[in-house]
């Protein structure tokens, strides 16, 4: 039997995790005297004895090729890191999985990727800044890896997927059990052009200490990590500090001041993360050879002589009066009925309807029903 496919077994076996695997093959053991090895050989390798029991019990060729089975009757293909096409970025990582496991195309392990994570609460603008930085970064041919989660993570996707780029979404579980089920739909239509990506076997449900766990994987198959909006506590700041973990650039996008959800972001550029706001500060970075990058909005007039990349930011400018930016600041944060701008302005209605069928007009905001009003 091939090794990876007993690298696979031992991964698979319940309650051996990746120290085990690390404490044998750090061990000296070769993958294919292990079929053979009774409780006494398991334990004089440093199991514990309930390991031992189990592993003497039931690992063998029958078993191993009965998860084979069950994993390719499901679509879904294994990478090891004994394999010759196993992404050199997470193997330079300090905490690379043994096994991985996909569905969709896995050669994008290998192309020039950016990692996109933020809160799963986003406002308007934090939503907004994450769809045209990801339909940016995409065009430019990065790759945009995320995790699947409700908001920034799902907005970035689904921005990759209507630009036709490419994006690999990393699950906190198997990737035979969606997390969230909402993104069910999302996740199939990732699988088609892009990929689904776990270390967790098929079978294995969301419970807690997955997800942070797999932000290591989001980090290290990328470049860098872009925190697009993050309050002090969120999660994505995991994945920042994966990345620095791992030696990566880490990014983060400024948000308004007085906005809890920007914190995060804040808090990791006064660290000297790198402040973002269009999608040229983070291509200058890395030099790439991207077919793309010269087609971008932001880059065409460019001269050919000149090295740099443009300032212009992620949203076309429009000119907007000191009552309309108030309105804008305000939508920003969350959406607003009609009557709640009245009170918080303090304006007059027709003053306000005015400024509001202004902000329509400039495909600023839009009108929702019940007389709401959101950011575009």
Known sequence: MEERWILIGLHEMEGIGKKTISKLISGQHQLSDLLNYEIGDWVAAGLRKDQALRLAHQFDVNWIESRREQVYQQGIEVITYLDQNYPILMKETVQPPWVMYGRGDLSLL??????????????????????????????????????????????????????????????GTGIDHIYPLENTSLAERIAETGLLLSEYPPGTRARQGLFPERNRIIAGLTLGTLVVEADIRSGSLITADAALEAGRDVFAVPGPITSPKSRGAHNLIRQGAKLVTCAADILEEYRLDLPNAEQLPYNRGRSTETPEPSRQGIFAEVKLSPDEQRVIYMLEQEEQSLDQLVEQLGWDFGHLHSVLLSLIIKKQISQLPGTKYARV
């Not at 934090?126 to 990065?142: P, T, Y």
């Open 110 to 171: 290998h192309n020039s990727s950016i990692a996109m994570v933020g809160t799963r609460m986003p406002t308007v603008y934090g939503r907004k800044v994450g769809e045209k930085m990801a339909e940016q970064l995409c065009s430019a041919g990065l790759t945009i890896v995320s995790g699947l989660a409700r908001g920034i993570d799902s907005a970035c996707h689904e921005a990759v997927l209507r630009a036709k780029g490419k994006t690999i979404a990393v699950f």
